[in-house]
């Protein structure tokens, strides 16, 4: 039997549930569904079906179109019960709808109605094992849409520790996501009561504008993706499969990330490895084939080298995103500086063809907790704030990561100091530039000779009505390559997100950031807006 929706919103989760009464010995594995929806402009997409329990199995689609849509529901093997057909009707509605990369433009990301996206994320990775051991993760999603949040990276499958110490303090009872156990596991059957509350989780993501990095697979050092000969490729593709059936419709899936610092693939040995890029390409044209929503398909690099455009040279349409990450200086005298990343970056997407976020620069450290993990003890609210600007004007969107939320520790209610700073720079680049049509544009100071970490970082409009500078240590700046006309400069502290006047100069001038006190030197970020240039 089969129930239908008759009327669907446009870009609105639907659901066609199918009941059975007949006995399978695994209902998870013994059928397979499938359904063919076919809009009214003759676009076809073919999605797959999940058991949800209680002789319930379910397929989610989210249509694009409005009018009448007509599907075709079949299954394997061949079952009454499961064989059907009909039509509903798409109603219009307002919605920026899914998230598209588009390399290239608007910093490489819109929505579908062609808004273009600043992404601005956090690092929550077990966000949904919270919430299934019990902690109300609601409040934490709502501040996060209030701050402007509007990317999560979190993984489906629950990280039980990171090393040398980062087990999970939250945890209350078993988070694995499949039948059976570690110790005698099933792969192909799932934890329902799990995916019950992830459900619950993106659902409200939906309803707050919140998207999520889906991580399908966690890192490669755990198990069972530490053990490709007991997770078989088959066993992959079921879980992958599941997966897809059952969140690919929802509108808060932004990007389906194969795995967590996908170079542990295959054995959980970090380095890079040619294997690892066959895998991630074989697989993200799997994953295209298999979610037809079209969500973005993307991968989170562990080592920074080599370039990624070699390394899916062969097939470079087969990953949409690079998920990039890299730290920067994390020592005890610099890791305030962050210095080295924004080289990196030029370095790592150098030729990519793709989009991007720098999408990781470290873990904010909060010192009343255990120093866990050593790798974070200098990552503080200073390598917060010089890694984001790094990041952004490099061009990319920014994704950060806090040790009360990102995985071992759940101390959701409470926001460490570094997110003021990451507000600052949210609010210049979305309420006083046209962040959009800003490029890189470093050659246009005069050069000089910096220490590492020191050198001046500057944005462009194609026109060159906004040029943003990034001073990482303050100091004086002069024009090699100026454009024309006279300039309103206003000096922007990252710090305390306020402005000052500088001066109206032409094109051309030299500008020297005002003087600044403590133990390092001070940022600034100035703003030249010629003066014909419409208001943001």
């Known amino acids: 039997m089969i129930q239908a929706p008759r009327t669907v919103p446009s870009r609105t989760t639907a659901e066609w549930e199918l009941y059975s009464r007949r006995h399978y010995d695994n209902p998870f594995a013994d059928v397979r569904i499938e359904a063919e929806f076919t809009s009214p402009s003759g676009a076809r997409y073919t999605l797959p079906g999940f058991y949800d329990g209680d002789i319930t199995w379910r397929v989610r689609f989210n249509p694009n179109e409005a009018g009448v849509w007509t599907y075709t529901i079949s299954s394997r093997p061949a079952t009454s019960e499961f064989e059907g057909e009909g039509s509903f009707e798409v109603i219009p509605r307002e919605t920026r709808g899914f998230l598209k990369a588009t390399p290239g433009r608007a910093w490489g990301f819109e929505y579908e109605d062609g808004q273009p996206a600043f992404l601005f994320g956090d690092t929550t990775y077990n966000l949904f094992g919270m919430a299934y051991c019990g902690i109300d993760v609601g409040p934490f999603l709502e501040r996060r849409a209030r701050q402007g949040f509007n990317l999560l990276r979190v993984r489906l499958p629950v990280s039980l520790f990171h090393p040398p110490d980062g087990y999970n303090q939250w945890q209350t009872h078993r988070t694995w996501p499949w039948g059976g156990s570690e110790q005698a596991p099933l792969f192909d059957r799932f934890n329902l009561p799990y995916f019950h509350v992830v459900d619950r989780v993106v659902r409200q993501c939906d309803r707050l504008g919140i998207g999520l990095e889906m991580i399908m697979e966690g890192w490669g050092f755990e198990f069972p993706f530490n053990s490709r000969s007991i997770f078989l490729p088959e066993w992959e593709e079921v879980w992958m499969r599941w997966l897809i059936a059952r969140y690919d419709a929802f509108e808060s899936v932004y990007f389906w990330t194969l795995l967590n610092e996908y170079e542990f693939y295959p054995n959980g040995d970090w380095h890079y490895k040619s294997v690892a890029d066959r895998w991630a390409m074989r697989m993200g044209r799997w994953v295209k084939a298999t979610a037809q929503h079209g969500h973005i398909v993307s991968v989170h690099?562990?080592?920074?080298?080599?370039?990624?455009?070699?390394?899916?040279?062969?097939?470079?349409?087969?990953?949409?995103?690079?998920?990039?990450?890299?730290?920067?200086?994390?020592?005890?005298?610099?890791?305030?500086?962050?210095?080295?990343?924004?080289?990196?970056?030029?370095?790592?997407?150098?030729?990519?063809?793709?989009?991007?976020?720098?999408?990781?620069?470290?873990?904010?450290?909060?010192?009343?907790?255990?120093?866990?993990?050593?790798?974070?003890?200098?990552?503080?609210?200073?390598?917060?704030?010089?890694?984001?600007?790094?990041?952004?004007?490099?061009?990319?969107?920014?994704?950060?990561?806090?040790?009360?939320?990102?995985?071992?520790?759940?101390?959701?209610?409470?926001?460490?100091?570094?997110?003021?700073?990451?507000?600052?720079?949210?609010?210049?680049?979305?309420?006083?530039?046209?962040?959009?049509?800003?490029?890189?544009?470093?050659?246009?100071?005069?050069?000089?000779?910096?220490?590492?970490?020191?050198?001046?970082?500057?944005?462009?409009?194609?026109?060159?009505?906004?040029?943003?500078?990034?001073?990482?240590?303050?100091?004086?700046?002069?024009?090699?390559?100026?454009?024309?006309?006279?300039?309103?400069?206003?000096?922007?502290?990252?710090?305390?997100?306020?402005?000052?006047?500088?001066?109206?100069?032409?094109?051309?001038?030299?500008?020297?950031?005002?003087?600044?006190?403590?133990?390092?030197?001070?940022?600034?970020?100035?703003?030249?807006?010629?003066?014909?240039?419409?208001?943001?």
């Open 301 to 536: 690099n562990g080592p920074p080298d080599p370039p990624f455009a070699r390394r899916f040279a062969r097939d470079p349409g087969a990953i949409d995103a690079v998920m990039f990450q890299t730290w920067g200086t994390t020592g005890k005298d610099n890791a305030w500086l962050a210095a080295g990343i924004d080289e990196q970056i030029g370095k790592s997407l150098s030729g990519w063809p793709g989009s991007a976020v720098f999408a990781e620069w470290g873990y904010e450290r909060n010192p009343e907790l255990e120093l866990n993990l050593p790798s974070h003890e200098h990552c503080d609210p200073e390598h917060t704030r010089w890694g984001a600007w790094r990041g952004a004007m490099m061009g990319l969107g920014i994704i950060h990561g806090f040790e009360n939320s990102w995985g071992p520790w759940a101390i959701l209610d409470r926001d460490q100091p570094g997110m003021g700073y990451l507000l600052h720079l949210r609010r210049f680049f979305t309420e006083h530039v046209p962040f959009q049509h800003l490029r890189p544009a470093h050659d246009l100071v005069s050069p000089s000779s910096h220490e590492p970490g020191q050198r001046p970082l500057v944005m462009t409009t194609t026109d060159g009505s906004f040029v943003v500078v990034y001073l990482p240590v303050g100091g004086t700046v002069t024009f090699s390559q100026p454009h024309s006309g006279f300039y309103n400069a206003r000096w922007y502290d990252p710090r305390t997100g306020m402005f000052s006047e500088a001066a109206t100069a032409a094109a051309g001038a030299t500008f020297t950031a005002p003087p600044g006190s403590g133990e390092h030197p001070w940022d600034w970020v100035l703003l030249l807006a010629r003066q014909d240039a419409a208001a943001v």
